[in-house]
């Protein structure tokens, strides 16, 4: 079982996580990181490696990051240039609820990644129009 850890920028990701276990359960192997305003990045660097290694059960790591070419995503894809993390971390960016319980529920090897961010993307609707008014 992979281990999961959300990353944002802010407390999106201990929100997230919070609301998550609203509809799941306390998880195992599951932490948050957060980016604050004026954070070093190294400090950061730092904390996302300690981060890793905590959640990781020896299957690697899922990392769900708010937000695609932004300063946590671009850290944790740097990471994927060394050995020791390149085979070890999926980075799933524009993370939302839907995106997360899917994997939460299913957490195996063979999961198909692109099928899963299809659930995330169809979790996204105007509302309005699906009701008809």
Known sequence: MKGILIVSHGNLAEGMRDTLELFAGKLEHLDTLTLSAGQD???FRDKLSDKIELVDTGDGVVIFCDLAFGTPANVIAKMLTDVKHKDRLQIITGMNLPLILEYSQFRSDNV??????????????????????
């Not at 198909?112 to 008014?133: A, H, Q, R, Y």
Request: hydrophobic share 40%; aromatic share 8%; no cysteine.
């Open 41 to 43: 990045i190294s400090d």
């Open 112 to 133: 198909d990644f692109n099928d899963m961010i299809s659930v995330g993307k169809d979790g996204i609707m105007n509302w309005n129009e699906t009701l008809n008014i």
